[in-house]
């Protein structure tokens, strides 16, 4: 069966066999109107992240209550579905920003952050991308871990990266800015079939001084796009606790839409 082309990482065979290299068990679950469901065995529990994606507005109610799914992280459209076949919500949605590759991108923008682009052009910069490397990139994953205490927030761990390189060298691509020879920012994406996830990034005062996030990110989206990827998941949108960022992912024009919330079924 071939996999569509807005298929979440969560939900991708690739990120399922990288979570078994580093331990955690997964397996598949079939619906008749959805594409083979990932799911992380959890607490005794099948889990499903960003899932089921469903091939049609068709969905088989009789046969999602006889799954063996119990806890839905959804990737959104499904709420009347999962109700019926007796979830209940637990959390409500979260929004999550999807950049289209298939279309100009300049065009979309901000004019707020389109303007830092454009500067961002011309920036002292030099801006490179390689696959990821562990060893060479393990600066990356430290700058990242010291955000993340700093800002106190908890992003996926780091193993994934290194189990998905290993199953996928090329799909996992880090992106680096360096300015008089000096690393100032670094951004890793992750490649799903027609999709990519831009998954971390780092900039300390100098690349944040010459917009180097902004150049970045459109020059690793036009790099995808070439390749023939057609979406570009930024991941979720939080103006509570990341202002700064959310404003970052909306300035790029990116469509901005409601996940479907967590859902709990125990019997």
């Given at each position: 069966?071939?996999?569509?082309?807005?298929?979440?990482?969560?939900?991708?065979?690739?990120?399922?066999?990288?979570?078994?290299?580093?331990?955690?068990?997964?397996?598949?679950?079939?619906?008749?109107?959805?594409?083979?469901?990932?799911?992380?065995?959890?607490f005794?529990?099948?889990?499903?992240?960003?899932?089921?994606i469903?091939?049609?507005?068709?969905?088989?109610?009789?046969?999602?209550?006889?799954?063996?799914?119990r806890l839905?992280?959804?990737?959104?459209?499904d709420?009347?579905?999962?109700?019926?076949?007796?979830?209940?919500?637990?959390?409500?949605?979260?929004?999550?920003?999807?950049?289209?590759?298939?279309?100009?991108?300049?065009r979309?923008?901000?004019?707020?952050?389109?303007?830092?682009w454009?500067?961002?052009q011309?920036?002292?910069?030099?801006?490179?991308?390689?696959?990821?490397?562990?060893?060479?990139?393990?600066?990356?994953?430290?700058?990242?871990?010291a955000?993340q205490?700093?800002?106190?927030?908890?992003?996926?761990?780091?193993g994934?990266?290194?189990?998905?390189?290993?199953?996928?060298?090329?799909?996992?691509?880090?992106?680096?800015?360096?300015?008089?020879?000096?690393?100032?920012?670094?951004?890793?994406?992750?490649?799903?079939?027609?999709?990519?996830?831009?998954?971390?990034?780092?900039?300390?005062?100098?690349?944040?001084?010459?917009?180097?996030?902004?150049?970045?990110?459109?020059?690793?989206?036009?790099?995808?796009?070439?390749?023939?990827?057609?979406?570009?998941?930024?991941?979720?949108?939080d103006?509570?606790?990341?202002?700064?960022?959310?404003?970052?992912?909306?300035?790029?024009?990116?469509?901005?839409?409601?996940?479907?919330?967590?859902?709990?079924?125990?019997?």
């Amino acid at each position: 069966m071939s996999l569509p082309l807005r298929l979440p990482l969560q939900q991708h065979p690739k990120y399922s066999a990288a979570l078994n290299r580093i331990g955690v068990s997964t397996a598949v679950i079939d619906l008749p109107d959805a594409v083979p469901v990932q799911v992380i065995l959890r607490f005794g529990l099948n889990f499903a992240a960003r899932g089921p994606i469903w091939h049609s507005n068709c969905r088989d109610v009789g046969e999602l209550k006889r799954s063996r799914l119990r806890l839905v992280n959804s990737n959104g459209g499904d709420a009347k579905a999962l109700r019926a076949a007796g979830f209940r919500q637990l959390m409500t949605p979260a929004h999550v920003a999807e950049l289209a590759l298939d279309r100009g991108l300049e065009r979309h923008m901000t004019q707020k952050w389109r303007n830092i682009w454009r500067r961002a052009q011309h920036s002292p910069l030099t801006i490179y991308k390689e696959p990821f490397d562990s060893a060479k990139h393990q600066w990356l994953l430290k700058a990242d871990l010291a955000q993340q205490k700093q800002k106190r927030f908890r992003a996926l761990p780091h193993g994934i990266i290194h189990g998905y390189s290993t199953i996928a060298p090329n799909d996992v691509t880090v992106w680096t800015a360096r300015s008089q020879g000096n690393i100032v920012a670094g951004m890793l994406f992750i490649r799903h079939g027609k999709c990519a996830t831009y998954h971390l990034a780092w900039s300390n005062e100098a690349g944040r001084k010459h917009a180097a996030h902004h150049r970045m990110l459109i020059a690793a989206a036009d790099g995808f796009a070439n390749t023939g990827v057609v979406q570009l998941d930024l991941g979720t949108v939080d103006t509570h606790s990341a202002p700064g960022l959310a404003r970052f992912k909306i300035g790029t024009g990116a469509n901005i839409r409601p996940l479907g919330g967590s859902w709990l079924r125990m019997f």
